[in-house]
T-cell receptor
Framework: NAGVTQTPKFQVLKTGQSMTLQCAQD?????MSWYRQDPGMGLRLIHY???????DQGEVPNGYNVSRSTTEDFPLRLLSAAPSQTSVYFC?????????????FGQGTRLTVV | LAKTTQPISMDSYEGQEVNITCSHN???????ITWYQQFPSQGPRFIIQ???TKVTNEVASLFIPADRKSSTLSLPRVSLSDTAVYYC?????????????FGGGTRLMVKP
């Protein structure tokens, strides 16, 4: 029962570097999303996808790109890392249906930009 | 998406019942109420979801009055392992699973 798998768990980047955070789910969920969580705060939505080939922006999309070529994978790309992007990143997936507010979250990627 | 308001923190002792109330005055007709639990260094975990009246599962109960402008998460006989942040979320039942809006949550501290 893998659920939602995120890699890496920890990452340190230098300002200006780019990288991709990986997210994969094995529950055949249509919906996937990325959140960031700053210390002591709630989660904020970065980007989301309602199915393969479809993505949209959330509350804080600037500096991030996403794509959804398969149902299983939803990578998050940081184009040019900035210290303000230091945060914990969570990927989530959920199914469709009337009561699909039950989302399953990964364990998170702790990113530090120096 | 409806905004929610909940206490910033609560303290309790092992074995007590804990009730966390959430206000959502502008909840819409299609909105469901969902609670998540988050332990340090982990992603949030679904606890319970409801639309109206009372819902109970093996972990908690959720009480929703008739006007649906608030809800109360009830944790029976808490233990130290229930120390966590609890988030109340409100969103449309048919498409909000992907667009969850988290507030600051309630930090529950359970003491021995």
């Amino acid at each position: 029962n893998a659920g939602v798998t995120q890699t890496p768990k920890f990452q340190v980047l230098k300002t200006g570097q780019s990288m991709t955070l990986q997210c994969a789910q094995d529950m055949n969920h249509e919906y996937m999303s990325w959140y960031r969580q700053d210390p002591g705060m709630g989660l904020r939505l970065i980007h989301y996808s309602v199915g393969a080939g479809i993505t949209d922006q959330g509350e804080v999309p600037n500096g991030y790109n996403v794509s959804r070529s398969t149902t299983e994978d939803f990578p998050l790309r940081l184009l040019s890392a900035a210290p303000s992007q230091t945060s914990v990143y969570f990927c989530a997936s959920s199914g469709t249906g009337v009561k699909n507010t039950e989302a399953f979250f990964g364990q998170g990627t702790r990113l530090t930009v120096v | 998406l409806a905004k929610t308001t909940q206490p910033i923190s609560m303290d309790s002792y092992e074995g007590q019942e804990v009730n966390i109330t959430c206000s959502h005055n502008n909840i819409a007709t299609n909105d469901y109420i969902t609670w998540y639990q988050q332990f340090p260094s982990q992603g949030p975990r679904f606890i319970i979801q409801g639309y109206k009246t009372k819902v109970t599962n093996e972990v908690a109960s959720l009480f929703i009055p008739a006007d649906r402008k608030s809800s109360t998460l009830s944790l029976p006989r808490v233990s130290l392992s229930d120390t966590a942040v609890y988030y109340c979320l409100v969103g449309e039942g048919n498409n909000a699973g992907n667009m969850l809006t988290f507030g600051g949550g309630t930090r529950l501290m359970v003491k021995p």
